[in-house]
């Protein structure tokens, strides 16, 4: 079973390694490995925990995956890759888009395989985009802007 809760701030590690993690293969999937940058980092130059309501995913008493959001954007989904697979992912997209604070958008690397589950549940590609990478401006990406 699966459940969500708010964030703690002693869960900042973990998500540190579940990122870390999720991010490295996000990247791959869009020939960017390079553009890695560990959330120690990334958390203070995107405002995760400024700009963003962020909630965990818990199985058996693990957190094994995260989102963050606000009103506008779902900024940041995250899963443990030994984890993947499970429906947690899917699980925190409902969580989000049910909230009273749903947000309307997302972007998604060119590559990532996690475009086919946002568009399972609901999110349309209205368009493409290239440009800088939030946090690492020194690198192109292309993006799927997507809808709810």
Known sequence: MISIRKY????????????????KQELKSA???EAFI?????SKKEGLFRDYQVYVAIKEDNVVGFV?????????LYVDPVFQHQGIGSKLIDFVVSSPYKPI?????????A??????????VIRHEKGQMPGNEKFQVEVDL???
């Open 38 to 42: 560990p959330l120690k980092t990334a």
């Open 31 to 33: 020939n960017l490995e």
């Open 115 to 124: 475009k086919n589950l946002y568009l399972k549940k609901g999110f349309k």
């Open 105 to 113: 958008y997302l972007e998604v690397l060119k590559g990532n395989p």
């Open 8 to 23: 703690q701030e002693n869960d900042f590690l973990r998500l540190c390694e579940i990122h870390d993690q999720a991010r």
């Open 68 to 76: 963050a959001f606000n009103k506008e954007e779902l900024g940041w």
């Open 146 to 148: 997507m809808k709810y």
